[in-house]
């Protein structure tokens, strides 16, 4: 199947901004998702964005889409250590109904 | 609503045996998925069903796992036998319908951790 590709690990400090990067190869994505998961929890919905958008901000959380290079950014302001969790990034292309994920990327925030 | 619910929450068996994991979606919601995750594979969607008909089961790993959602509230997912290497957090998930081609992504259950020894 289609690809989508994250580093697995990233460490911030308390009150910097954390950047979590996402790639994917299926040019038919129409909606690309973040999921948050915490441990021993299931996946709870961040945020989508659509394909025809590059932008998208909801409150400290701001979606970046470079569909040209097949790149999703999430960006958290202010980052506290109850950010600390995994971050999946998925898409779902136009001919399907399930969501393809990443492999996720860990979130370290201290203090 | 109660958001998608899973039975039980933690399952230790030994190999052999048949488990059997329970699913139910949020009210209204006509998608209902099978994840399944290990740090090796990730999530890995194992099969989805469309107002309680399987469409996809191409991740179903082998006839050893079967699946059925026989109402609008409830699926199952059955291992027979069980084997150590189907030991991981199996998460069911529910989604509407988008209106006009919008996907609203998927609300997921809390997983059952599934221990096979």
């Known amino acids: 199947g289609e690809d989508v590709e994250q580093s697995l690990f990233l460490s911030v400090r308390e009150g910097d901004s954390s950047v979590i990067n996402c790639t994917y190869t299926?040019?038919?994505?129409?909606?690309l998702y973040w999921y948050k998961q915490e441990p021993g929890a299931g996946l709870q919905l961040l945020t989508y964005?659509?394909?025809?958008?590059d932008m998208k901000q909801d409150q400290r959380l701001t979606v970046l889409l470079n569909k040209k290079d097949k790149h999703l950014s999430l960006r958290i302001a202010d980052t506290q250590t109850g950010d600390s969790a995994i971050y999946f990034c998925?898409?779902?292309?136009?001919?399907?109904?399930?969501?393809?994920f990443g492999k996720g990327t860990s979130l370290l925030v201290t203090p | 609503d109660a958001g998608v619910i899973q039975s039980p929450r933690h399952e230790v068996t030994e190999m052999g045996q048949e488990v059997t994991l329970r699913c139910k979606p949020i009210?209204?919601?006509?998608?209902l998925f099978w994840y399944r995750q290990t740090m090796m594979r990730g999530l890995e969607l194992l099969i989805y069903f469309n107002n309680n008909v399987p469409i996809d089961d191409s991740g179903m790993p082998e006839d050893r796992f079967s699946a059925k959602m026989p109402n609008a509230s409830f699926s199952t997912l059955k291992i027979q036998p069980s084997e150590p290497r189907d030991s991981a957090v199996y998460f069911c998930?529910?989604?509407?319908?988008?209106?006009?081609?919008?996907?609203?992504?998927?609300?997921f259950g809390s997983g059952t951790r599934l221990t096979v020894v």
């Open positions: 299926d040019s038919s994505s129409t909606y």
């Open positions: 009210s209204g919601h006509d998608y």
């Open positions: 998925a898409e779902i292309s136009n001919s399907g109904y399930a969501l393809n």
């Open positions: 998930a529910s989604s509407p319908t988008g209106t006009g081609g919008r996907h609203y992504g998927y609300t």
């Open positions: 964005i659509f394909s025809n958008m």
